[in-house]
């Protein structure tokens, strides 16, 4: 249980182009998803919490209008790079809150997608 | 300061031994404690959370959080190749659930 898919897992696009990138909660309902950045040797960063049927939350100097998020069902979240430029090149890496588990800190993650913008 | 800090590595460890790996945080209000595995190239997998004091075990991991010093360590007895990833630390703070501080990492290299 408490699986998390994302796709694509990985995708190149010209700059200037924008990608959507889908979370799914596959075995459970997530009311709330996160949608982290990893750049290479470094960790997770939050870049913002998506809330189903509301506006996500952004994280202080992640630009909410370049990166779109859309939860529109309780399975579903996704992260819409627009405009993208070669330093939004990325590990993109969303995760679930199962809220029916008791523990309901825990977070799943996705297998991630890795965005090169050339 | 970093809300959660992690020494990079790598750490060595022959295979057999006991790796330990530690996290030190700076908030007080912390409340609940993860340790994941990410494999190069790979999302991170939940290893086991501790929110209470004191050691939890599970398998060959143990975890063991002291709030009063402020750190949360892993250790990993008989540890095998198939170990070696980097281990990153979270953080949750009680008054923010939704919000994981992660740590740098560090990276573990099992030696056959």
């Known amino acids: 249980g408490a699986v998390v898919s994302q796709h694509p897992s990985w995708v190149i696009c010209k700059s200037g182009t924008s990608v959507k990138i889908e979370c799914r909660s596959l075995?459970?309902?997530?009311?709330?998803m996160f949608w982290y950045r990893q750049f290479p040797k470094q960790s997770l960063m939050l870049m913002a919490t998506?809330?189903?049927?509301?506006?996500?939350?952004?994280e202080q100097g992640v630009e909410k209008d370049k990166f779109l998020i859309n939860h529109a069902s309780l399975t579903l979240s996704t992260l819409t790079v627009t405009s993208a430029h070669p330093e939004d090149s990325s590990f993109y890496i969303c995760?679930?809150?199962?809220?029916?588990?008791?523990?309901?800190?825990?977070?799943?993650f996705g297998p991630g997608t890795r965005l090169t913008v050339l | 300061q970093k809300e959660v800090e992690q020494n990079s590595g790598p750490l060595s460890v022959p295979e057999g031994a006991i790796a330990s790996l530690n996290c030190t945080y700076s908030?007080?209000?912390?409340?609940?404690f993860f340790w994941y595995r990410q494999y190069s190239g790979k999302s991170p997998e939940l290893i086991m959370f501790?929110?209470?004091?004191g050691d939890k075990e599970d398998g060959r991991f143990t975890a063991q959080l002291n709030k009063a010093s402020q750190y949360v360590s892993l250790l990993i007895r008989d540890s095998q190749p198939s170990d070696s990833a980097t281990y990153l630390c979270?953080?949750?703070?009680?008054?923010?659930?939704?919000?994981?501080?992660f740590g740098s990492g560090t990276k573990l290299n099992v030696k056959p």
């Open positions: 995760s679930a809150r199962d809220q029916g588990r008791v523990n309901i800190n825990e977070q799943f």
């Open positions: 075995d459970f309902q997530a009311t709330t």
């Open positions: 998506s809330n189903e049927g509301s506006k996500a939350t952004y």
């Open positions: 908030d007080r209000g912390s409340q609940s």
């Open positions: 501790i929110y209470s004091n």
């Open positions: 979270a953080v949750n703070l009680r008054y923010n659930f939704n919000k994981f501080y």
